[in-house]
């Protein structure tokens, strides 16, 4: 498979030029494209921000995270290190390479939270992230320059998509039942992971599938608010956020006595039953258990 443009391959390998002196630094870029900064970020707007941003975030990141797959089943592009022996292969993927998701998963994230921010500052630095990500990919060896274009392009096009359809989706999902909403949202998610059954998407769309249906049932039962003062909110965050944690490397370890790491049926099953826990923690589990222990007030 060739890329899109003649330079692509040249650029990636004048990139790479500068491994293996940039390549920590490159890896960290990539990194905040990944699970980790989800994990961090998502509660810190969900829990002491703003919830319907937070709200806003996770649907967004599931319609991009559809998409991506989608694209990637169609085209079916190989990663460069695969097709070009000469291309370092610095990272560890999965799946097809184009669009790059983590430039378009990035590109949507930190441009729709920039419009709700407004601020001059926020936009500079989320501007400077998605760069940075999207440089960092090519470099990694992992891919094409066409494969991120294209994914900032997509990324770019459901952002505006996000704030335009956003008052609409928010008045139609007031008047559909709850059963509706749990079902429809479940049945996206496997069906997502069976079109994309690779550990790293599995995860996103755990992740995101059960955390959609936490926010519903919250609405509907918990009523959880943000507000309070910024002790509370911090107390919040830090105790919740190590809950967290505990989640996420506890049963990393508990679901290793029972699958091998690898794409495997039972390991796929056992990360997506993970990363579905940590949903429902972030935006059930916790919501609840700070309005139980009083660190969040009730909405009226």
């Known amino acids: 498979m060739t890329p899109f443009w003649d330079w692509e391959v040249p650029f990636i390998l004048w990139l790479q030029q500068g491994h293996p002196a940039w390549t920590p630094f490159f890896r960290l870029l990539t990194a905040l494209g990944n699970e980790e900064l989800v994990l961090m970020l998502g509660p810190l707007v969900l829990w002491c921000i703003n919830k319907a941003w937070g709200t806003g975030v996770l649907l967004l990141l599931l319609g991009s995270q559809g998409v991506n797959t989608a694209l990637k089943e169609l085209f079916r592009v190989p990663r460069p290190f695969l097709t070009h022996p000469q291309i370092l292969q610095l990272d560890t993927p999965t799946g097809w390479s184009l669009p790059s998701g983590h430039a378009q998963n990035s590109t949507a994230l930190w441009m729709y939270l920039a419009s709700k921010v407004r601020r001059a500052w926020f936009w500079g630095v989320a501007v400077l992230l998605v760069v940075g990500i999207c440089l960092s990919r090519p470099y990694l060896g992992v891919h094409y320059p066409g494969d991120v274009i294209v994914g900032v392009a997509v990324g770019l096009a459901l952002w505006g998509l996000a704030l335009l359809l956003t008052p609409v989706v928010t008045v139609w999902a007031a008047r ?25 998407s599995v995860s996103a769309i755990a992740a995101v599938t059960c955390g959609l249906i936490g926010l519903i049932v919250e609405r509907e039962r918990v009523h959880f608010d943000v507000g309070g003062p910024w002790q509370q909110r911090a107390l919040r965050y830090v105790v919740g956020l190590a809950i967290l944690m505990l989640f996420w490397r506890g049963l990393k370890v508990v679901f290793g006595f029972i699958a091998d790491e690898g794409n495997t049926a039972p390991y796929l099953i056992l990360r997506g039953v993970r990363y579905g826990i940590l949903g429902l923690w972030v935006t059930l589990g916790a919501p609840a258990f700070f309005v139980r222990l009083k660190l969040a007030p009730r909405s009226v």
């Open 176 to 200: 559909l039942r709850l059963g509706w909403w749990l079902a429809g949202v479940a049945a996206v998610g496997v069906l997502l992971c069976l079109l994309q059954p690779y550990a790293d």
